[in-house]
């Protein structure tokens, strides 16, 4: 039982620090921390889902790759809009 709740919890929370990291490296040259990259991981995420949304993207069983693409996609998309809205 712990074992699942450890896997449940543990690979969405590297996941979103890993997309985080790699849409601040590519606006901005650098990773910003672990907590920072997690917040834009989960809401790159959503951002992510939406746009596939809005193109008519099915993602859900898509495959972990193409769900990754898109929450890169959506975090960029949160990173430039932070940039536009408070720079």
């Known amino acids: 039982m712990l074992e699942h709740i450890a896997e449940f919890t543990t690979w969405p929370i590297l996941t979103g620090i890993i997309v985080g990291y790699i849409a601040n490296r590519i606006m901005s040259g650098e990773g910003k921390g672990c907590c920072i990259n997690l917040i834009v991981g989960i809401v790159g995420s959503y951002v992510g889902a ?4 809005l193109f008519n993207v099915q993602l859900l069983g898509a495959g972990y790759v193409k769900n990754f693409i898109f929450c890169v996609i959506g975090s960029v998309v949160v990173l430039w809009l932070w940039k536009k809205l408070f720079d």
């Open 50 to 53: 939406f746009i596939g949304s």
